[in-house]
């Protein structure tokens, strides 16, 4: 993969100066503008905070990893800015001469935001047929990112964004590490967002390619369920009884109750897939990593579930 150098006043300039009305998220590593240049071609402009100490590995760690991928569910990775200012500087009243270091990563500017702002119950928000193809774009991207030998180890719905066709690209690479094999790796310091670390982790810092499963299944699990589809999975008696919920949810709003051969296969295709993707996601978020599946057998259950699906479709057609 290439990617332009570019300046820091070609930046701010199709930023507004990074203004306000231009920013478009945040994250704990930096800040993201929509950059619009002349040509009235868009970007998203990420700034990174300055923080002594762990700047320029934070900054180099994202970079390297970014430039290692190059996947239709990744974010695209368009250019950076590494620039050093001399110039003086206001502190305690004084005027002192010092350096000010611009980071800045620049990607494919993806219209529809993220993940998170479109997570919603079964009652309401986008459709099945959307919520899956966006559940099936993150385990191509997670397994292309496997197969990398790199551990995403902070996915979550804030760091997948989506275009304007809905497919769903993984972003922010900040705290992605690079890894040989399928060993178990030690943290010291605590990395990732809390509700989707697994607990070995949580307990003792154990780093491994389950890691990422976990926060896997929590993610489709608030794409099924809405955003609070993961804590309705904890109240409840038991994963059958979970699972008939969702899945009567689903039957409810998909409306079963059509008549016809054809409408019908298709609303039994659509609970079907809805059946094995909650399936999918329990098993993800089992306590034990050794039950969670490896992103592989996940690819091929979704692969499995559209070929039965579509066995079905003829087999109702012929009726």
């Known amino acids: 993969m290439t990617a332009t150098n ?36 868009t970007i998203a402009v990420k700034k990174l905070y300055y923080m002594p100490g762990i700047d320029d590995t934070q900054f180099r760690n994202e970079f390297n990893n970014l430039m290692r991928v190059q996947h239709p569910n990744i974010v ?7 620039e050093v200012h001399n110039g003086h500087f206001e502190h305690n009243g004084e005027y002192i001469f010092g ?33 899956y193809k966006i559940i099936k774009g993150i385990c191509e991207g997670l397994y292309y990112l496997h197969g990398q030998s790199m551990y995403h180890l902070d996915l979550k719905p804030a760091n ?40 070995e982790y949580i307990k003792k810092r154990q780093i491994s390619n389950k890691y990422d499963i976990f926060s896997l299944g929590v993610i489709i699990i608030q ?11 904890g109240d409840t ?14 039957r409810h ?18 609970c079907e897939q809805v059946n094995r993707c909650i399936e999918i996601a329990l098993r993800c978020v089992d306590e034990n990593r050794d039950r969670r599946p490896a992103i592989r057998d996940i690819i091929e259950e979704l692969r499995l579930a559209v070929t039965e699906t579509t066995s079905s479709i003829a087999s109702w057609e012929q009726v």
């Not at 695209?76 to 590494?82: L, S």
């Not at 008696?237 to 689903?250: A, M, T």
């Open 253 to 270: 709003r998909l409306g079963l109750e059509a008549t016809t051969s054809q409408v019908h296969a298709s609303l039994e295709e659509d």
């Open 160 to 199: 997948i964004l989506l275009d304007a066709n809905m497919v769903p690209k993984i972003a922010d690479f900040g705290l992605s590490r690079l890894f040989g094999g399928s060993q178990t790796h030690t943290s010291r310091n605590c990395i990732g967002t809390e509700c989707y670390m697994p607990p």
């Open 99 to 131: 350096q000010n270091i611009y980071r800045v990563l620049c990607f494919e500017y993806l219209q529809n935001g993220s993940l998170d702002d479109c997570l919603s119950d079964e009652s309401c928000g986008i459709d099945w047929y959307t919520r």
């Open 6 to 41: 570019l300046s820091f006043i070609y930046l701010d300039n199709i930023t507004n100066g990074f203004s306000e009305d231009r920013k478009i998220g945040s994250g704990g590593y930096g800040e993201v503008y929509k950059g619009v240049d002349n040509t009235g071609q």
């Open 76 to 82: 695209r990775f368009i250019g950076y800015c590494y």
């Open 223 to 233: 794409i099924i369920a809405g955003p609070d589809g993961f804590s309705k999975y």
């Open 237 to 250: 008696s038991s994963q059958e009884k979970f699972i008939e919920l969702v899945q009567n949810n689903w």
